[in-house]
Each structure stands twice: as structure tokens, then as C-alpha cells.
């Protein structure tokens, strides 16, 4: 069965760092592109991040480049958001996604910027 179980957010102040992860299973990773999106209250889901599968060629949204960062461990079939220089508009329920026949989301784990 295929699953996407998110981790890593939490509350941090302006200019702090956090590091989600995204755990996979039932596929294997590097076959298959994964996104990081977000959505904030009252605001649509947006597309982040995203690394390809056999290329693992990287895309960011302008908002985030130069701050954030995505990578991928095949080994333990994971990919990460290192994310740097956090702004309080960056405040939201952060999920990956992979497209496999449709769309797969992970349950999100919400990250808060606040002083």
C-alpha cells in the first residue's frame, strides 16, 4: 500500500530552520517525482519544491529559493525540506505529494513562523 507520512514541523521563530521529511512506502522513490506543497489558512495549496525520479533534477518556487532546500535518501526511501531563513509567511501545513495513476498525499505537518 502506498503511503507518504510526513514529519518535522513544529513552531519557529523568524529566520530559524527546520527540516521535514517525507518517509515513503509501497514505491520506490527514485523512480518517481515527489513535491513539497503547503497551504495557509484561508489560502490554496501551492506547490513548493519538487525532485524528479531518475534525474533528481530540483524546482523551487521563487518565494523559497535560496532558503529552502529539497534532497532525496534512497536508501531509506525519504525525501527532505531543509529549510533555512524561515519568514512567517512561509507559516502552513507543509505535505509531499507523488502521482502515481493519481494523486497520493501525505496527513501534512503544519509548521508555524512566529515571534
Not at 518535522?8 to 517525507?22: A, I, K, N, T, Y
Not at 514505491?27 to 506543497?37: P, Q
Not at 505535505?95 to 515571534?115: A, E, F, K, L, M
Request: charged residues 15%; hydrophobic residues 30%; aromatic residues 8%.
Amino acid at each position: 500500500q502506498l503511503q507518504l507520512v510526513e514529519s518535522g514541523g513544529g513552531l519557529v521563530q523568524p529566520g530559524g530552520s527546520l527540516r521535514l521529511s517525507c518517509a515513503a512506502s509501497g514505491f520506490t522513490l527514485d523512480r518517481h517525482a515527489i513535491g513539497w506543497f503547503r497551504q495557509a489558512p484561508g489560502k490554496e495549496r501551492e506547490g513548493v519544491s519538487c525532485i524528479g525520479g531518475s534525474t533528481g533534477t530540483t524546482n523551487y518556487v521563487d518565494s523559497v529559493k535560496g532558503r529552502f532546500t529539497i534532497s532525496r535518501d534512497n536508501a531509506k526511501n525519504t525525501v527532505y525540506l531543509q529549510m533555512n531563513s524561515l519568514k512567517p509567511e512561509d507559516t502552513g501545513v507543509y505535505y509531499c505529494n507523488v502521482r502515481i495513476g493519481h494523486d497520493y498525499w501525505g496527513q501534512g505537518t503544519q509548521v508555524t513562523v512566529s515571534s
